[in-house]
């Protein structure tokens, strides 16, 4: 039996959502929703990245890319992107599919269609790469769909055409500007039964436009969904209230042309009837089943989710794909409640008497500014545009990106919620209107060339011209004088954690009390993306050191005088492995979660060399760059003979624990809280890692999704054992922070955690407000309930 991991080819129903690194965000969704709801999905298998890094090595094709990516010189240039890609692709599809995995993929094709009972069926052929669809980074829509495909060899075929798809212009460009290397992403391939589809379409759990997560937002369109996406066409909306399952907004816009599939493979445009383009793609039960379903699959996964749908021949619903929504799903929804409701309204909502509205559109980005038009209608001509301009086009399409980076605002004929114009310009928070088209006027005929208007991308309207009270009310307070908010002083310190220093600055004026915990594998692989020991064996160690130097002091800096806790690194041994020339330095390992990370790592003979250049890099930070607010913590750490090596290998290197330079440790394992009394003598003070301890003192894997719902911080044991470790910590005068999850999702929890006498509590950016005031509200219901007598805890409740 071949190893899940080591697979080259699996069904749907062998996957999880938690199978990302094997099958990419597509295909693992795909599974989730086949092996874990009842919603009805078309069946069938994945490659796997394995299968893909297969094909790039034993066809030679991962060292052809790596020189031709080596050599691009502008990633701005648009014409030198696109010729070092074409290049990249026709290697990729000239080259032959090893025998063994091409018997592989038209195997698995033909006991599709035994299980299916259809001979030789026609399927989608789905590109799923390993860093799509990841709530961090969205990658939706760079890699290509291939409809209609139908017979083994063509299955094989396109699922090589999919492997080239990963170097797409636009697809290369996100990956560089996202900093992921090319051998961090690999490419696997969903096959699946087609839904022949008369209408088609896309689904939110959340209104993309305004943010509002108390409705279901549905768009349609005749034939397959393809082109709703690439804004070929303006589709129908309906928003759903979730509450309620009320139908409060229906838009029907002409859908004059489709995308249907042909009886021997293949798709082509047809139009459509004048009478059936202007009828609504769904009935208001098909609308409602919809909704039902989005609400389903948005419960299973706990988050917003983006979905595509199709009604096919029989009038049967399918769910063809789902995944996590990744920008209002980041977003400080309280930024944008008092809008909501202008938002959903059709008014106009004009507020200058001299302002004349010139154009409508849908509010895809929400923002209001004013600017200079530039229409551009061919692609060729994007160079010509200029940073700060208006963008005016019939649609964006992803090799569009760079003057899209440019623009204040955009503005396009075509288009619904989820074409390309509206994704980027919201991942970009640029303000952006779409599918003019569809409420009556086309952009490009109305709008010229050094055109002033002001685009309010919250209605969805142009005025023509600088509507100055628009841009910037007269009775607005200027901007250097914001309204200060008012945090109380809390004897327990509420910190911040924090992975990427380029948010650093943008967070600082938050009312935390520093970093307590930062975590240095962001580092790794945003800067870095190379094994420490092959940038040691290939010459090159102080690119280590300055690079992650460089990236703490950027939070350092922006802190000052603010400690910042920097976590050394604790990647597990398939993470380092995926770092370039990483395979070569670490071991398979069954379980590497209970393997070779943290302290175990750093004073072993086949690492210390690494080890010793983080070292240097906060020797750097701390004294060439002068900022003596970086302190540093220790990783999982089992037993108190690691924490003397790991502390006197610091001190031999320069690092001595004092005053001025503290060296903290994580508590994730619970042999830091029963020996917490000996760790006390090597370490100033803890951080409590919730995530870990939790999974090590339930037995409980952390990412078993079998066994998720037995994993809970605020169970009995792993609150007496961080009761028991303040305690102990306290005796020795020791701090003790928590920088897991807990606080940040349990407010409960931070009040047992205030009424224990926790030091310091470290939340994610969104939660430090919150936290800070809930911090000081529970300080102060324990002071009346000692005044008082009343609400004590029992003594026996979180004593051993």
């Not at 799923?128 to 409809?147: C, I, N, R, V």
């Not at 961090?184 to 993309?208: E, H, P, R, Y």
């Not at 897991?740 to 030091?759: H, R």
């Amino acid at each position: 039996m071949v190893l899940k991991n080591k697979a080259y080819v699996l069904w749907f129903d062998d996957l999880k959502r938690n199978d990302v690194a094997l099958v990419g965000g597509k295909a693992s969704s795909l599974g989730e929703l086949t092996s874990g709801t009842d919603v009805p999905v078309p069946y069938g298998f994945s490659t796997t990245a394995n299968a893909y890094r297969y094909f790039m090595e034993a066809t030679g094709c991962n060292k052809r890319v790596n020189e031709l990516l080596a050599g691009l010189k502008d990633i701005e240039n648009s014409d030198e992107l696109h010729s070092v890609c074409k290049k990249i692709r026709r290697i990729i599809v000239d080259s032959n599919m090893p025998a063994d995995l091409a018997r592989y993929i038209g195997d698995a094709y033909d006991e599709l269609a035994i299980k299916m009972h259809v001979n030789e069926p026609f399927v989608a052929v789905r590109s799923s790469a390993t860093a799509e669809d990841l709530p961090d980074a969205s990658f939706a829509g760079q890699q290509d769909t291939y409809l209609n495909v139908h017979g083994r060899k063509e299955v094989i075929q396109k699922v090589k055409e999919c492997y080239a798809s990963l170097f797409t212009d636009r697809a290369t460009y996100y990956r560089i500007k996202k900093h992921f290397p090319q051998e961090k992403v690999a490419l696997a391939a969903a096959v699946q039964m087609m839904a022949f589809s008369k209408a088609a379409g896309v689904m939110f759990t959340v209104n993309v436009a305004t943010g509002d997560d108390t409705k279901v937002m549905i768009e349609g369109s005749w034939g397959l969904g393809e082109y709703i996406v690439q804004g070929t066409v303006t589709p129908d909306n309906y928003v759903v209230d979730k509450k309620t399952m009320k139908i409060v907004k229906k838009t029907i816009n002409n859908k004059n042309i489709e995308l249907v599939r042909l009886p021997d493979g293949g798709v082509e445009q047809k139009d459509v009837s004048s009478s059936r383009a202007k009828m609504p793609a769904l009935s208001d039960e098909q609308i409602l089943a919809l909704a039902n379903y989005a609400k389903q699959i948005e419960k299973h996964y706990g988050c917003y989710m983006d979905m595509e749908w199709s009604l096919d021949q029989n009038d049967k619903l399918w769910l063809v794909q789902a995944r996590p929504e990744t920008v209002w799903s980041q977003k400080n929804k309280a930024k944008n409640e008092d809008n909501d409701k202008a938002k959903e309204s059709e008014q106009d909502n004009v507020t200058s008497s001299d302002a004349k509205v010139i154009l409508r559109g849908l509010p895809a980005s929400p923002g209001l500014v004013s600017g200079k038009v530039h229409v551009i209608d061919d692609p060729k001509d994007i160079d010509q545009f200029q940073k700060g301009e208006i963008l005016v086009t019939l649609m964006t399409s992803p090799d569009w990106v760079p003057a899209m980076k440019k623009a204040t605002a955009i503005i396009t004929n075509n288009g619904g919620m989820t074409c390309h114009a509206a994704i980027v310009s919201r991942e970009m928070q640029i303000p952006c209107l779409v599918g003019t088209a569809s409420r009556g006027v086309k952009a490009t005929s109305v709008l010229e060339n050094g055109q002033t208007v002001t685009v309010d991308a919250k209605d969805g309207v142009v005025y023509d011209g600088l509507i100055q009270d628009l841009v910037q009310p007269k009775d607005e307070k200027p901007a250097q004088t914001p309204v200060k908010e008012y945090f109380a002083p809390t004897a327990t310190g509420v910190m911040m954690n924090l992975g990427d220093p380029e948010l650093a600055a943008k967070y600082a004026d938050l009312p935390a009390d520093g970093i307590g915990l930062m975590r240095e594998e962001f580092l790794w692989t945003t800067y870095i993306h190379q094994h420490p020991l092959y940038l040691i064996e290939t010459g090159h160690p102080e690119r280590v050191v300055n690079e992650l130097a460089n990236g703490i002091a950027k939070v350092a800096r922006a802190m000052e005088p603010r400690p910042v806790v920097l976590r050394f690194s604790d990647f597990k041994s398939g993470e380092y492995r995926n770092l370039k020339g990483g395979e070569k330095y670490e071991p398979h390992e069954p379980a590497d979660l209970l393997g070779w990370r943290g302290a175990s790592r750093y004073y072993d003979p086949k690492y210390i060399e690494a080890f010793k250049l983080e070292l240097q890099a906060v020797k750097k930070v701390r004294n060439e760059y002068g900022l003596k607010n970086l302190n540093v913590m220790i990783p999982f750490c089992r037993t108190v003979q690691e924490a003397k090596k790991v502390t006197e290998l610091m001190a031999e290197n320069g690092l001595v624990r004092n005053e001025d330079f503290k060296i903290y440790m994580m508590a994730e394992i619970p042999s830091n809280i029963i020996l917490a009394d000996q760790f006390n003598q090597y370490v100033d003070g803890y951080s409590i890692g919730s995530n870990d301890l939790t999974m090590l003192i339930l037995g409980c894997d952390r990412n078993n999704d079998t066994v998720s719902n037995l994993f809970d911080e605020r169970n009995l044991a792993v609150k007496r054992a961080i009761a028991h470790l303040i305690k102990t910590a306290h005796k020795d005068g020791k701090t003790v922070s928590i920088c897991g999850q807990a606080p940040s999702e349990y407010p409960e929890f931070t009040q047992f955690l205030v009424k224990q006498g926790i030091d310091y509590v470290s939340v994610n950016p969104d939660m430090v407000k919150t936290t800070k005031r809930n911090v000081a509200h529970y300080e102060q219901r324990i002071l009346l309930d000692k005044a008082t007598g009343r609400g004590l805890i029992s003594s026996e409740d979180y004593t051993w």
